[in-house]
């Protein structure tokens, strides 16, 4: 049998994205019998005592790398981030008198907004529409109202590649993150969040599987009415099998998590190498006199998603055209924005990210701009 | 590298659940690299064309499969029939005048009904809880209103086995059913329904991806208030992919249709085959002289779970544990009913189903009852 190993490219796409090759050689040796237990994982019920030995494995590696407090729940959902974006104000803001406050540095932020818009009252207290989401706000500039059911924030902008680094200081209401695209790529200091979500398939494993850390006072404020899948409450109580979780997600989740722990050695170093891949682009970007252009300020641009435009749309088609001949792929932008995107998430090796820059150099070498 | 193949048992977990073999094996010649893309199904982004692909085969291998007409809609959705439980209220009553009725056929129908009540109006107009859900209406004896929002029935009760193995004749008002545990064991008339759903986890896939037939008419009765992920038009529009869907197990509920068509041969084969291998095990139950209690009552025994009991608590215990030194896995029965559960899903060869009942038969015979 062969495995696919030396057919494999060098793959930036935003998501579902790159994987760690330790991980998936693991899940492929064990896909058709997980070791003394006689059947795949994808066979075995959630209720059997292996698979819930696997799921808290999961959570455990999580608590571990994050170094998440006790007072909090970790839960593995379905519905991706999307989902998410009806449960936060379903759970902490529908039927209350209170606002929900948004900071809006992206598309996914607005998507946000959308969704709790239905459910209460909401407020946006900064929105980057104006210069195309190509910053964040000044830190100190902005503040939420300390009665705020809770603030919401999106870490990384996937499309836009603006990223908070550290946690803004907006004021003493919950602050609530969707961490989809960056979850993992750091420590995080879960004491200042009071729910942080994110779906899997950037940093933690396969499309199909979200995590949620929410503090457990927050768990308290949904109605019993709610329908019983969107209820925090319901999946805290049962330890995410109020249902059947999606099994073989969350398997991956756990394997990502004991690759960051014993190959990487824990988040401090995953954030180094993150700090040295995204500096290779970024630095390529700015030495290259406007051939690229970097969609994000540089106080804001992110570790995981490198946006950038080159002179005009032929000359973009062009490098996505020569990069898949170098095996180097996922490069377009999302549709609504255009352009070049180069996502390096966790499992991106440096050599994948040397290897786009040594091409991005070539190709504008051949434009006689180099 | 080892592949598994010598360890794995025949496993009768009620579901997640046994997998055709083949499937599994190609998922994992392929997890590191899918032919020819350069990366594995979990690492593909949902936009990828090689992924758009994948996603209209396994709906086109449900079409062909269940001969859906015009004028449905086939969807691959997340949280599985928990979240339909929901979904169908919120999308064809909520906001209505109009009552939803529910037959209630064992312990899922009385969980989908809970969820219903909070959307709006419900009516009971059958429940089998009296007789502990061992049967199902009489066929003519229950009548639904015509004016009904629409009319729920789950096809195959999973912890009481019993199952209707054709349509009950409930009136005109839209038949819903939840087919979760017995979807794909039999061709069916899906222009009697204007609903179907089905969670993949027991014939159709692993967990966490639901597959949704929905009669366009039903599509736009939906508000447009309704939390995006909820409303099944969002969905249809954009043909499963309004947010990124579960990748992997769309393609595996592909590779699943793929043997069904080509190495089982259809639906009508299938159905064959699943009367064989149930009638395996109900002739022992028959034959045992009451050793072996069936649950269902004989005209409405389940072609997928087969339920019984032993004489007392502890001969049951001994069956489980001899039947485990057997490599006869996950027969214990549901924990809110115990007893003994063999579900014999599609993907169980006749060859386990017989392992069981030869082991069914010794086990009689050693306790003096033979």
Redesign the interface.
Known sequence: ?????Q???Y?F???????P?PV??Q???????L?GQ???I???????AAFVEILAKAKAGLKQLLNIPDGYHTLFL??????Q??MVP?NLLKGSTRTAEYVISGSWGSSAL??AQ??GTTRVIWDGKATKYDRLPEPGSVHSDPDAAYVHITSNETIEGVQFQREPELGPAPLVCDSSSDFLYRPLPIEKYGLVYA?A?KNAG????TIVIIRDDLLARASD??????NYRSHAQEDSL????????IY?VGLVTQWLLHEVGGLEKMHQRNLAKSQLLYEELDASQGFYRGHAQAANRSLMNVTFRLPDADTEKAFLAEAARR?L??LKGH?SVGGIRASIYNAMPVEGVTALRDFMREFRSQRGRG
């Not at 379905?78 to 989902?83: D, E, H, K, V």
């Not at 396969?206 to 599987?209: K, L």
Request: proline share 8%; glycine share 14%; charged share 20%.
């Open positions: 049998m062969t495995d696919g190993l057919e494999r490219i793959n796409s935003a998501g579902p994205a790159v994987l090759l998936l050689q899940a492929q040796r064990e896909l058709l019998c070791p006689g059947m795949s994808l066979e075995m019920s959630h209720r059997d379905q519905g991706g981030a999307r989902l974006f009806s379903l959308k969704e239905r459910e779906c398939q396969p499309a199909g599987v009415n709610l329908p019983g899948y969107l109020w249902n059947t979780p999606p099994t073989f997600g991956l095996k792929g996922g549709r």
